[in-house]
């Protein structure tokens, strides 16, 4: 089972912190696969904002954690516990992925793991943490940073982001999918969108973009363009982009791309359908294309991708066989 340690002491705040235990301590109806084993862990009864919490064990136990989560630090111009720098570098050193929410950057800084890494942290930090940090290479304007071993998000909503892409990671899209649903938050925004958008975060159906989001969704088989996203919306392309940035923080053809690719990831997921049948299906005309673009976005070959999450979202054809069998 996968194991995933909170870290929590005096100084955390407790969104952060709440949001990434709702995301990993139960699975979505409906999915059987072994889910996380999730413990809080801190140095004895801790004050967490408003609230007085109980860790489950000390921080000594981060180091046996596969995943350690750190959340966000409410004063960053206060030194994190040595102790829980400590702990978090020892659990890095062990082999554990480690992932800060929000201002949890600066604990992770103060361990040392962020030195010549690419990070982030909340927007209106991003300065501090440079500044205190040298060696880190801070981008201010992106939703979260995957660096492998080392992840970092900005803050609040970003953070839902990041945990929601730790479980893409483990369990892939469907299954990531799923625990969005649950939560009734958007499914997926990619890390690299702008924290900050000029308009607040839309109602589903409020919004200058509201009818066609949902008319490229149906079509993505389609070899769509600017301009025929542009004339559904009765827009100039320019006007377009104008819309786009400010309500997704990205722009026409990035957030096409992204829609494809998860598209893709849930067709390698739930069905036997070949790559090239993948890559019509999703828009991207060729298997070549596909494999092109989804290697650069996911970070591995469809193929790769399938093999590493189809046993973990279907059961097999044997188990199929069987079920019915004893059935």
């Known amino acids: 089972m996968h194991t995933v340690a909170l870290a929590a002491t005096d100084g955390m705040l407790h969104f952060e912190l709440s949001l990434a235990y709702e995301v990993f301590s139960s699975a979505p109806a409906g999915v059987t696969v072994p889910w996380y084993d999730v413990t809080v862990c801190g140095p004895g009864a801790v004050r967490v904002g408003r609230f007085r919490l109980e860790p489950d064990r000390g921080l000594d136990h981060l180091p046996r954690a596969r995943t350690v989560i750190v959340p966000g630090w409410a004063d960053v111009e206060a030194d994190p516990p040595a102790e829980l720098v400590d702990a978090v570098r020892a659990a890095h050193e062990a082999g554990a992925r480690v992932a800060s929410l929000c201002t949890g950057a600066f604990v992770l800084a103060a361990a040392g793991l962020l030195d010549g890494r690419r990070a982030t942290t909340h927007w209106a930090h991003t300065r501090d943490l440079a500044a205190r940090y040298p060696g880190v290479d801070v981008n201010p304007d992106v939703l979260y940073v995957d660096g492998g071993s080392v992840l970092t998000s900005a803050g609040k909503a970003a953070a839902m982001d990041l945990c929601l892409h730790l479980v893409r990671l483990d369990h892939g899209s469907s299954i990531a999918n799923a625990v969005a ?98 890559a019509a299906a999703t828009g991207m005309g060729t298997a070549t294309t596909l494999r092109r673009h989804f290697g650069r976005t996911v970070g591995v070959p469809p193929d790769a991708y399938r093999r590493t999450f189809r046993s973990r979202t279907r059961p097999s054809t044997e188990a199929r066989t069987e079920a019915r069998t004893e059935a």
């Not at 009765?234 to 829609?259: I, K």
């Open 181 to 278: 649903r649950r939560l009734v938050v958007p499914p997926h925004r990619d890390g690299g969108q702008a924290q900050f958008v000029t308009a607040p975060v839309p109602a589903p159906h409020d919004h200058p973009l509201a009818g066609l989001l949902p008319w490229v969704i149906e079509r993505l088989d389609r070899p769509l363009t600017v301009e025929d996203m542009a004339r559904q919306a009765n827009m100039s392309a320019r006007h377009l982009a104008r819309r786009f940035r400010s309500v997704t923080g990205t722009t026409p053809l990035r957030w096409l791309l992204t829609q494809r690719i998860r598209r893709a990831q849930e067709l390698l997921e739930t069905t036997d359908d070949g790559v090239g049948a993948i």
